[in-house]
């Protein structure tokens, strides 16, 4: 008897963003010399220091549910956005979970039901448009495009809203685009939050990856109301400090959503790993090693930024906007479109993205999964060596 699934996978698409990445490493396993362009994580190994934290841990017999650092933890963590980002938390508004993204995943689950609306700007984070999909709700995306610098105005906000709206999801620095908005925009939007009760998922995570002069700004730190009635600020350990594996991320917010978000997890994965937790305890409290870490690899990441988006200016038929943060270039490959290569006529970012793969033997990831179509991501999380090398390739197969 064939397997009847559920309705709420079926509705579902697999992560774009891993699939390239599984496919890419499949190659790689045969031996293949493929260029990896996909990976949404830094290529730094978690700085010692963290490392060492988490052994120390594991030996020292934190290796019990509930992990002994749980709660220092949560300080480190209410401590980090004060200091940073002038949020005001008490311990108990914190949940810190499976990485970040499964923090986003508790707030979408206790707070949209099925036929609720969840406002998404485009290009968005592949995932957050899939659970609002999961928890039976509706997708609905407001579209921006270079000309706007791929950010929304508050006017596309208000005109998105509607009686259903539940939540909306504020994605500062970007991904896949890498913008970054400016303070006095986000408090435009702010406005717009405020007037219509928006209960708002500020997603915070690359948040020290900033190129430029543009500082950043929490949502939530605009007002008391923001603080304390609409506003949830997710951030984690995973891309400031290369701990992507650890799987620690956390939310903050109004108590009702943060008390609903723990039952949720006490029932599905309760805390995560205790030699995690004291890995991101370290990482949070010991600032003077953390921050010469982030510093490092901030500006390793900026040569990358600026590297990736000189070679890319040369592809024939392909242009970028300056991406400000995080460690992608959006790429508009729509000026190769309608070209033969190899025989085969490019029509779409997915088009572009498997003869990329096939023929050139480089991985990036298809704008379509970003609600993009025009688009291809390159993670510049590599080295300048892979970067050129990969972009050679690219020239080579577009001349
Ligand atoms: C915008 C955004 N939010 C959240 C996450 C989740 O990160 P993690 O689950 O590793 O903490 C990612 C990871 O790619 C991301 O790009």
Known sequence: MPISFARRIQQVQPSATLAVDAKAKAMQAQGIDVVGFGAGEPDFTTPQHIVQAGIAAMSGGDTHYGAKRGNELKDAIVAKLKRENE????????????????????????????????IIPAPY??????QVRLAGGKPVIIETGEETGFKISPE??????????????????????GAVYTPDE????AQVIEKHNLVTISDEIYERLIYGDISPLSLGSLS??????????????SKTYAMTGWRIGY?????????????????????PAAFSQAGACEALKNLRMSDEAIMHMCEAF?????????????????????????????????????RKIGGIEIKSAMDFTNIALEQAKVAVVPGEAFGS????RLSYATSVELIDKGLDRLRDLLK
């Open 373 to 376: 179509p025009k688009h291809v």
């Open 125 to 130: 984070w592949v995932s957050y448009l899939e």
């Open 156 to 177: 596309q906000l208000e005109r998105a809203i509607t009686p259903k709206t539940r939540l909306f999801f504020f994605n500062s620095p970007s991904n896949p685009t």
């Open 302 to 338: 900026d040569e990358r930024r600026k590297h990736m988006i000189k070679r890319i200016h040369e592809l024939p038929g392909v242009s970028i906007l300056e991406p400000l943060g995080a460690f992608y270039a959006f790429a508009n490959v729509s000026g190769v479109f309608g």
């Open 87 to 118: 949020l005001d938390y008490a311990a108990e508004q914190v949940v810190v979970s499976c990485g970040a993204k499964h923090s986003l995943y508790n707030i979408v689950q206790v707070l949209v039901d099925e036929g609720d609306e969840a």
């Open 251 to 271: 939310a903050a917010g109004p108590k009702p959503i943060m008390n609903a978000a723990k039952k949720l997890q006490s029932h599905a994965t309760s805390d």
């Open 224 to 237: 008391k109301k923001l603080l304390e009635e609409l506003v949830i600020t997710v951030n984690g350990v």
């Open 186 to 189: 986000i408090r435009a939007l």
